[in-house]
């Protein structure tokens, strides 16, 4: 049953990778005329399609991954980098940069939105492991809140500097003009990924608890940490490329753990799958929603409709959990 399920997986993220291919602006270009291959065809796939269809798969699955680890590191299913304040961490190291460093290169960026967002993962799970109560609620309202402290110092920041507008720009995740020069940034991502395969039953020992971990010989408090860094990683990488992904790190990870548990070894590949149909089909429905609905050719940002789309899904998996606790 599971191969099946992974199967029909496969061949539905392989039909919205054409359709991903063939929806945009033009609609001289669509699926018909883009693989006849002509010299323009070409053209636009290699600058334009491919890589805003690589960038959405890579940073899919990635965040995908990091929700799982952080939900390992952090002992709880209703966390994730955009719940502990993670993510929050990267849009002040990007506001930060770009104070300092206006103009530079975005690896520049990548590095200040990583110490960030490492730092403030850091001190959640730190203060996460100073206090007893653990309760599965109370965790995600401490991130939350700790979130909103960042929020608020970015905005002050931003305020102070006359930067508002530049945070909001990066402050919604968006796939428009990825194309070859300004995604390439999320390649950093595959690194992360491939070690994150390596120590995944590591991740699971930890999940466990330390003295668990220490019984069966797994170091603790490193593969906790590597556990941080692989997250803040990608939660950078991702960020300085297409902004912040809301609910994907979040609801993904309780989805595919329907099936497989909180294996993450076991589950690795389809949370690669099924958080990058999750997000392609939300990038479609920001593309030609506004068509459907007006007849402009006008596409909106994808973390708009991930926002609507997740809190549907999470809401779901509140009752569910609440119904079979």
């Known amino acids: 049953m599971i191969k099946l399920r992974r199967t029909v997986s496969v061949f539905v ?72 304040g993670t993510t929050q961490a990267a849009t002040l190291g990007v506001l930060v940069a770009y104070l300092f460093f206006p103009g530079l290169a975005l690896w520049v960026q990548f590095i200040f939105s990583f110490v960030t ?78 070690v994150a395969i390596i120590y995944a039953s590591e991740f699971n020992i930890v999940s466990l608890g330390k003295d668990f971990a220490n019984n069966l010989g797994v170091n603790y408090n490193k593969v906790i940490t590597l556990g941080i860094i692989i997250v803040a990683v990608i939660t950078a990488s991702t960020f300085i490329v297409v902004g912040p992904l809301p609910f994907l790190g979040l609801i993904i990870p309780n989805l595919v753990s329907l099936y497989y548990r909180d294996h993450l070894k076991k589950s690795i590949f389809d949370l690669m799958i099924f958080g990058s149909i999750f997000v392609l089909v939300c990038d479609i429905l920001a593309r030609i929603v506004l068509f459907i609905l007006t007849g402009y ?17 999470f809401l779901y998996l509140l009752l569910r959990k609440t119904k079979h606790a």
């Open 13 to 84: 993220l392989i039909i919205l990778i054409v359709l991903s291919l063939s929806i945009d602006a033009r609609k001289d270009v669509n699926l018909w005329t883009l693989f006849k291959f002509t010299p323009e065809t070409i053209e636009i796939l290699l600058i334009s399609r491919i890589p805003r269809t690589l960038t959405i798969i890579l940073s899919a699955s990635a965040l995908s991954v990091a929700g799982l680890i952080m939900q390992s590191v952090a002992k709880n299913k209703f966390v994730s980098p955009g719940v502990i």
């Open 117 to 194: 967002s490492l730092i403030a993962s850091l001190i959640f799970i730190t203060f996460l492991s100073k206090i007893q109560f653990k309760n599965e609620v109370y965790v995600p309202l401490i991130g939350m809140m700790f979130g909103a402290l960042i929020s608020s110092f970015s905005i002050v920041v931003a305020q102070s500097t006359n930067t508002l507008q530049f945070l909001n720009s990066i402050g919604v995740g968006s796939f428009t003009n990825k194309t070859i020069g300004t995604y390439e940034m999320v390649y950093f991502v595959v690194p992360a990924l491939l």
């Open 297 to 313: 050719n006008f596409e909106i940002a994808v973390g708009f409709v991930m926002g609507i789309v997740g809190s549907v899904i």
